[in-house]
C-alpha cells in the first residue's frame, strides 16, 4: 500500500491506486486469508494530513496487521544516494528508528521530530484491533 494518500503514491510513481487497494484486501479476507500492508512514512513530500489519509484508510480496510516503513533513500532512488549513509555509525543509534523495518540502515529523508510527530498521529488514531 505504501501510502493511503493517491497523490503521494503518484509522486512515488507507483502504478497503484488507493480503490485498488481497497479492492485486493476485500478479496483477500472474502477468500478467508488474513491480511497485512506496508505503509511508509517521512517521504518528501509528505505532510501529516497525509499521514492522517493513510491511518485513515488503513482503518477502512482494517488488515490485520501493518508494517511501517520509514522513508529511505536506497541505491535506484530518484533522490540523491551516497553509499557512504550505509557506513555512517549515527544511522542506528538512535532507538526511535528501530520501530520501523529496515528505519535503521539507511539515510532518513526527514528528521526524527517530524516522524515522532507522525508516529503519535498514527498511535493515536488507528484501530487498536490492528496490530
Same mark, same amino acid.
Given at each position: 500500500m ?8 503518484s ?33 518528501? !513530500?509528505?505532510? +501529516? ?12 480496510i ?19 544516494? !551516497?553509499?557512504m ?5 549515527? +544511522? ?7 520501530l520501523f !523495518? ?7 529523508v ?15 488514531? +488507528? ?5
Amino acid at each position: 500500500m505504501e501510502s493511503g494518500d493517491q497523490a503521494l503514491l503518484s509522486s512515488y510513481n507507483k502504478k497503484l491506486n488507493v480503490s485498488d487497494v481497497e479492492k485486493a484486501i476485500q478479496i483477500t479476507k472474502d477468500a478467508g486469508m488474513k491480511t497485512s500492508v506496508t505503509a511508509i512514512i517521512g517521504s518528501p !513530500d509528505e505532510t +501529516l494530513e497525509s499521514v492522517c489519509r493513510s491511518v485513515a484508510m488503513i482503518n477502512k480496510i482494517c488488515p490485520n496487521s501493518v508494517s511501517w516503513s520509514i522513508h529511505s533513500v536506497y541505491p535506484g532512488s530518484s533522490l540523491k544516494f !551516497d553509499p557512504m549513509w550505509y557506513e555512517d555509525p549515527h +544511522l542506528s543509534k538512535e532507538s526511535f528508528w528501530r520501530l520501523f !523495518d529496515e528505519g535503521y540502515k539507511a539515510k532518513h529523508v526527514r528528521d526524527i521530530e517530524y516522524v515522532q510527530r507522525a508516529w503519535e498521529l498514527i498511535r493515536k488514531d +488507528l484501530n487498536p484491533e490492528i496490530k
